[in-house]
T-cell receptor, first 114, second 112 residues
Framework: AQKVTQAQTEISVVEKEDVTLDCVYETRDTTYYLFWYKQPPSGELVFLIRRNSFDEQNEISGRYSWNFQKSTSSFNFTITASQVVDSAVYFCALSEDGYSTLTFGKGTMLLVSP | DAGVIQSPRHEVTEMGQEVTLRCKPISGHDYLFWYRQTMMRGLELLIYFNNNVPIDDSGMPEDRFSAKMPNASFSTLKIQPSEPRDSAVYFC??????????FGSGTRLTVV
């Protein structure tokens, strides 16, 4: 069975600090996809990234970066120089190939104060 | 593209009443999902459809919940009768053939 664990329930930082959100997953499949979503206070789920299990290259998009390590079954998300607008709940999710649903972690609430 | 459209955005109803939530997926997406979000349980899958056919409804909490997808452009999630513990945010999502998921804005349901 697939499972996603986000051990950090809540993180508080001051603006301009770097912050890393952890995600650990469990799956028996060799082919799977990992996702990150952002849920701002307005409530919608905003897609951030999707990676497949065969692509372990780290990815950077502006202030956002992702570190995928199959050896530790982790897909961590780092925000560099955090801003108040980054305050949101962030969800990590897993989709196994051939089983089309997304399994979400419990989410990490990030609070960035000025 | 207007994205996944859910209606209503907010619904307040009295216990025992029937509630119908609506979803219009993105045209061309062949999968549709209904998720429920609560503080206690997080985001949990209720049911999903592939080409309008229900594939897995094991997440539907009980017989009071039902979902239909009469055509490729419309789905409903119905709760009858509603109970206070059904209060949650209900998300609809559709998935394209490349594996990309798009979520609607959600319906915040409050049962009093």
């Amino acid at each position: 069975a697939q499972k996603v664990t986000q051990a950090q329930t809540e993180i508080s930082v001051v603006e301009k600090e770097d912050v890393t959100l952890d995600c650990v997953y469990e799956t028996r499949d060799t082919t799977y996809y990992l996702f990150w979503y952002k849920q701002p206070p307005s409530g919608e789920l905003v897609f951030l990234i999707r990676r497949n299990s065969f692509d372990e290259q780290n990815e950077i998009s502006g202030r956002y970066s992702w570190n995928f390590q199959k050896s530790t079954s982790s897909f961590n998300f780092t925000i560099t120089a955090s801003q108040v607008v980054d305050s949101a709940v962030y969800f990590c999710a897993l989709s196994e190939d051939g089983y089309s649903t997304l399994t979400f972690g419990k989410g990490t609430m990030l609070l960035v104060s000025p | 593209d207007a994205g996944v459209i859910q209606s209503p955005r907010h619904e307040v109803t009295e216990m025992g009443q029937e509630v119908t939530l609506r979803c219009k997926p993105i045209s061309g997406h062949d999968y549709l999902f209904w998720y429920r979000q609560t503080m206690m349980r997080g985001l949990e899958l209720l049911i999903y459809f592939n080409n309008n056919v229900p594939i897995d409804d094991s997440g539907m909490p009980e017989d009071r919940f039902s979902a239909k997808m009469p055509n490729a452009s419309f789905s409903t999630l119905k709760i009858q009768p509603s109970e206070p513990r059904d209060s949650a945010v209900y998300f609809c999502a559709s998935r394209d053939r490349g594996g990309g998921y798009t979520f609607g804005s959600g319906t915040r349901l409050t049962v009093v």
